[in-house]
């Protein structure tokens, strides 16, 4: 127990047979259960949970069949500690990525009510970026901004960051179905808990990298998620503002995205005529490139505006 909350860990593991074991005796003993899931590994992950499980009863292993990335692991580590009555539901890496010192941050978060879920933040302290790979800064950079105008999230930053902390009725009411796999759970469970009006809060816990390998590939996975960033982005814009309660929002971004694709057709057909048929282009013609797009930008960002104000604070 910790402040008279009941805590569970989440772990999903794949590979991780020369780093469960520490994570798995470095957990604090406040923690009531540790849920690990191994997702069918190919090395001795399997063989080293079970070691670690006969030495601390708080263990409880799951074994997949199928590989399901680290969405299904996580899921499923999550139903399974609400069997077991969690209160507050935690995730950590099965790498030992994730220093056990700084639950109690992510934890007093939640129990203070000051979020329904909590999540560490490495981009707070320029000192601490210097330890971070500079192509995972990149990724990151570029993803915390997609993330922010997708998710309505405006405050939070480091998007893809794992070490998190839940409260289990803000799990319950998460519809885990629209949960995107492998490694776009933290991208489609933002989206999730927009739809809820969850509150979420960025927690500054250092980077730490030993010799865990990272199995996330920059480029092709940035893409993938971005992908799953906007459909979420439209699903979100839909539900929460177009069906759940109609606000000026859903109008003012579906006029500016029009309005601003208008604008840029027109600036392609005043170049065209320009630099390849060599006509000189009229003060009509530009005009209908430049007002509709400055218009329609001018929509999106007061969308945006409007998005920001609308925030679960």
């Excluded at 292993?61 to 209160?87: Q, Y």
């Excluded at 893809?160 to 885990?176: C, H, P, Q, S, W």
């Excluded at 492998?182 to 010799?211: H, M, N, Q, T």
Aim: glycine share 6%; aromatic share 12%; charged share 25%.
């Amino acid at each position: 127990m910790y402040k008279e909350h009941k805590i569970a860990v989440s772990i999903p593991a794949y590979n991780e047979g020369k780093l469960i074991s520490k994570t798995l005796e470095t957990i604090p003993s406040f923690v009531d259960n540790i849920v690990v899931v191994d997702d069918k590994s190919i090395d001795d992950t399997a063989k080293e949970i079970l070691k670690c499980g006969n030495r601390d009863g708080r263990i409880h292993p799951v074994f997949f069949k199928k590989n399901l990335g680290v969405s299904g692991a996580i899921i499923e580590a999550h139903s399974r500690a609400l069997d077991k009555g969690a209160d507050i539901i935690v995730v950590m890496a099965g790498d030992n990525q994730m220093d056990p010192v700084y639950l109690p941050l992510l934890l007093d978060a939640v129990i203070e009510g000051k979020a329904d879920y909590a999540k560490g933040n490495r981009f707070f302290h320029r000192q601490d970026l210097k330890k971070m790979p500079v192509m995972r800064i990149i990724g990151n950079i570029f993803l915390t901004f997609v993330s922010k105008f997708c998710t309505g999230y405006w405050s939070i930053s480091d998007p893809l960051n794992g070490y998190t902390a839940m409260r289990a009725e803000t799990f319950k009411k998460i519809d885990v179905s629209r949960i995107a796999p492998r490694y776009s759970l933290e991208v489609s469970l933002l989206i999730e808990l927009a739809l809820i009006d969850a509150k979420i809060r960025d927690i500054f816990i250092p980077a730490r990298y030993g010799d865990e390998k990272s199995k996330v590939r920059i480029f092709r996975d940035s893409v993938k998620i971005t992908m799953v960033f906007l459909k979420g982005f439209a699903r979100r814009i839909f539900l929460k503002y177009t069906l759940y309660n109609f606000h000026p929002i859903s109008l003012f971004y579906a006029l500016g995205f029009i309005l601003s694709l208008v604008g840029v057709f027109f600036g392609f057909f005043v170049l065209f005529n320009s630099f390849v048929l060599h006509r000189i282009a009229t003060p009509a013609t530009v005009m209908l490139f430049v007002v509709p797009f400055l218009l329609g930008v001018q929509l999106i960002l007061q969308s945006i505006s409007l998005d920001i104000q609308n925030e679960p604070k």
